[in-house]
C-alpha cells in the first residue's frame, strides 16, 4: 500500500532536501521511515477543496507500500494480520506434494542444468556444473557456532490479548498463541478460501484493518482526518470487477476518504519511470504480471498472470541447498521466521551470473526468539544460479495440477451496472453479429496456434463487448510447455474454452511470456516498442546481473523477423537508478498531482449515489 499525504501545490517547486527528511531504516520489517517535523495540513475550518491533501493507495501486493507524497521512498508493511488458530503459509502452496511433483522439479532442473552449460562464459569458456555432492560432503559436517546465548529477538507481546495484530507483530507470534493468521492478499488478488475468515467480507475487513493500522501508527494520520485526504487505488492489470468495487466501497465508505482514482499498476510503473511505451514486467513474490503499455494504455490482449515469483524462487533455493547437505536441519516451510531466513538467503546468495562458478564459502546467522543467537558457515555451488533461473523453467518449482497462467476472462456482470459489456453485446446490430460470426469461422478455421478475437481492434466498443477474450499468439505455438521448445499446434476445430483452458494450465517461462504480450500487440510497430523498452519492476528479479541475463534470453528467442529490424533490444531493471519495487508506487504518486486527472475523481457523495457506475464513467482505462 502507498499512502501519501501533502500538499499537491508545492510538489513541483518542493524537493525531498528542501523539506529537512531523514531516512532510517526498521530492519527485518522492510521499512522506511522518514524522520522530519513536516506534518500534514489538518485545516481548522472546513477546507475548500480537498485536493490539497493527497494519498495513494497500492494495493496487490505481500508487503503494501506507504509514504508521504514528497518522499521517494515509501513505507512497507506485510499484509498480514494475526486474530484470536487458522494459519495462512507463506512458502508453502498446493500442489507441491503430488506424486508428480518430485519428477517435475527433477525434469526441471536438468533443463536448467542444460541452459547453463549451453551459455558461454564471458571468457568463451563453458561453465563447469557443480555436483551438489561436492559441497555436501563439506555441509554435513558443519556445526553452527553459538555467537550469543540470547538472540535478542522477542516473540509478540500478547498479554494483553490485543483484538489483532499487523505486520511484523504478527510474524513473531509465538506459535503457541492462539491466533490466526491470514494473509488477505494471495498472488495478486483477495486471498478468498474455504478456511476461517476467508470470505470476502472477512478479507475486506483485514484489508481495513491493516491499512487503517499503518495510516495511523507510521504516517501519524487519525483515522478522523481521512476526509480531508484522496486516494490512489492502484489495482492489477487482471482484476477482478467485483473486488475493485468493493474495495472502492471500503475505502471511500468505511475509511472514509473524500475521493478516490483507480488504475492499473503497469501504466503506473510508466509514469513512475518516465516511460511513455514499455512492456511491463513485474515479478512480485507470489505472481508474475506481463503486459504492454502504449501511450498511457494497458493493451487487453498483452496481459498474463503467471502464478508463481519470488517466493517459490526462495522454496526452490531451500531445496536446492538442502540437496547440498544444507545445515540448518531444524528449517521448516511452516515456520514463518525460517521464511523470512530462506527470503533473506535468497536476496543475498543467489544471481544470474553465468562467469560466477565453483564452490564458495557463506555464512548465516540465525536469531530466533528464546533460542542463542547461531552462526552457520556452509558452501554452495551452482545453486545460487539454478534457483533464480527457475523462473524461466517453471517446471523446477514442482507445481502440479494448478493453474498457472491467468487470463482475463469476461466478468459476470453486476445488477448495478446495466451497461455493462453483457449489454453492449445484446444490442449490437445485426450486421455487427454478421461480422463477427464470419470473423469467427475464419479464426477457428485457421491451423496453428489459436487466434484472439480482439487483434487489430483499437476502439473503446469492441473492448466493452469482448473485454476478457484472449488470443494465444501465432509464434508462440512452442511456449505452451515449461521448458519444452516444441508441442503439437492446437487442432483446428478445437473450442476456443478449451484453448484457454488448455493455456491456463501451462507454466510458461518469463522470456517466453513476454515474447507472446509482445507477439499480441496489434500491430508490427509496437511489437517493436515494446521489444526496444522492457520494464522489469517489482522485487522479484532484483539479482545480480538479471537485466544482461534477461535481455539475452529475450534476443535469442524473439521472432527471427523482429530480429532483423529491432535497432537494439533493452531491458531496463532500474529506470533512473529507482528501487524497481517502488516505482508504481512513484507513478500514482505522479498521477496524483497531474492536472488531467483532476477529472478522473470520484468522491465519496457520487459513489454514494451511483455506485459501480462512476467507475465506468471515470476511470482511465476500459472498466
Not at 521 to 531: G, I, L, P, V
Request: with cysteine.
Amino acid at each position: 500500500m502507498a499512502l501519501t499525504g501533502a500538499p499537491a501545490p508545492t510538489l513541483s517547486s518542493t524537493s525531498i532536501s528542501d523539506c529537512g527528511y531523514t531516512p532510517a531504516y526498521l530492519p527485518g520489517m522492510q521499512t522506511w521511515l522518514w524522520n522530519s517535523s513536516f506534518q500534514p495540513l489538518k485545516p481548522t475550518s472546513p477546507p475548500a477543496p480537498v485536493k490539497h491533501l493527497i494519498c495513494a493507495v497500492y494495493e496487490g501486493r505481500r508487503c503494501p507500500q506507504a509514504g508521504r507524497l514528497l518522499i521517494v521512498i515509501p513505507l512497507q508493511v506485510y499484509h498480514q494480520q494475526g486474530q484470536a488458530a487458522y494459519r495462512d503459509s507463506w512458502l508453502l502452496r498446493d500442489g507441491l506434494s503430488k506424486p508428480e511433483s518430485t519428477e517435475q522439479r527433477q525434469n526441471g532442473l536438468k533443463m536448467v542444468d542444460q541452459a547453463i552449460w549451453s551459455k558461454k562464459m564471458s571468457n568463451g569458456a563453458r561453465r563447469i556444473p557443480v555436483s551438489p555432492d561436492q559441497a555436501r560432503s563439506y555441509n554435513r559436517q558443519m556445526r553452527p557456532a553459538i555467537l550469543d546465548h540470547s538472540s535478542g529477538a522477542k516473540w509478540t507481546n500478547t498479554s494483553n490479548n490485543p483484538e489483532f495484530l499487523v505486520g511484523e507483530e504478527a510474524l513473531y507470534v509465538n506459535p503457541l498463541d492462539c491466533y490466526n493468521i491470514h494473509w488477505p492478499i494471495r498472488r495478486g488478488q483477495l486471498n478468498l478460501h474455504a478456511g476461517p475468515g476467508g470470505s470476502l467480507t472477512a478479507v475486506l475487513a483485514d484489508l481495513e484493518v491493516i491499512w487503517s493500522h499503518a495510516i495511523q501508527k507510521y504516517l501519524e494520520i487519525p483515522l478522523k482526518d481521512l476526509k480531508y485526504y484522496r486516494c490512489i487505488l492502484l489495482i492489477p492489470d487482471i482484476y477482478n470487477k467485483q473486488h475493485v468495487k468493493e474495495l472502492v466501497n471500503m475505502i471511500l465508505m468505511k475509511m472514509g476518504f473524500s475521493g478516490i482514482i483507480v488504475h492499473q499498476e503497469s501504466v503506473c510503473a510508466t509514469f513512475g519511470s518516465g516511460l511513455s511505451s514499455a512492456c511491463i514486467v513485474d515479478v512480485g513474490d507470489q505472481k508474475t504480471s506481463v503486459c504492454c503499455v502504449e501511450d498511457g494504455v494497458s493493451h487487453r490482449n498483452t496481459r498474463l498472470c503467471l502464478a508463481y515469483g519470488g517466493s517459490d524462487v526462495s522454496r526452490c533455493f531451500y531445496w536446492l541447498m538442502q540437496r547440498a547437505g544444507f545445515p540448518y536441519r531444524d528449517c521448516q516451510l511452516t515456520n514463518k521466521l525460517d521464511c523470512l531466513l530462506l527470503q533473506h538467503l535468497k536476496e543475498t546468495f543467489c544471481h544470474l551470473d553465468q562467469d560466477i562458478s565453483g564452490l564458495q564459502d557463506h555464512e548465516f546467522q540465525i536469531r530466533h526468539p528464546d533460542s542463542p543467537a547461531l552462526l552457520y558457515q556452509f558452501r554452495l555451488g551452482d545453486e545460487k544460479l539454478q534457483a533464480p533461473m527457475a523462473l524461466f523453467y517453471p517446471a523446477t518449482f514442482g507445481i502440479v495440477g494448478q493453474k498457472m497462467t491467468i487470463l482475463q476472462h469476461r466478468s459476470q456482470g453486476d445488477p448495478e451496472d446495466p451497461h455493462d459489456e453483457h449489454y453492449l453485446l445484446a444490442t449490437q446490430s445485426k450486421q455487427e453479429q454478421s461480422s463477427k460470426a464470419t470473423a469467427d469461422r475464419k479464426s477457428m478455421s485457421k491451423p496453428g496456434a489459436f487466434e484472439g478475437e480482439l487483434r487489430g481492434q483499437s476502439s473503446d466498443i469492441s473492448e466493452r463487448i469482448y473485454p476478457q477474450e484472449v488470443e494465444l499468439g501465432s509464434s508462440q505455438g512452442d511456449c505452451m510447455i515449461p521448458g519444452n521448445d516444441s508441442e503439437e499446434p492446437l487442432t483446428a476445430h478445437m473450442s476456443r474454452k478449451t484453448a484457454i483452458s488448455q493455456f491456463e494450465g501451462k507454466a510458461l517461462g518469463l522470456d517466453k511470456a513476454i515474447l507472446h504480450s509482445i507477439d499480441c500487440c496489434a500491430s508490427d510497430d509496437t511489437k517493436k516498442k515494446m521489444y526496444s523498452s522492457i520494464l522489469v519492476v517489482g522485487g522479484g528479479l532484483m539479482f545480480h546481473r538479471a537485466q544482461e541475463f534477461l535481455q539475452h534470453r529475450i534476443l535469442n528467442k524473439m521472432p527471427p523477423s523482429f530480429r532483423r529490424v529491432v535497432e537494439n533490444v533493452e531491458v531496463i531493471t532500474r529506470p533512473k537508478d529507482m528501487d524497481p519495487r517502488l516505482i508504481a508506487w512513484k507513478g500514482g504518486a505522479v498521477l496524483a498531482c497531474l492536472d488531467t486527472t483532476q477529472e478522473l475523481w470520484i468522491y465519496q457523495r457520487e459513489w454514494q449515489r451511483f455506485g459501480v457506475r462512476m467507475l465506468r464513467e471515470r476511470a482511465a482505462f476500459v472498466w
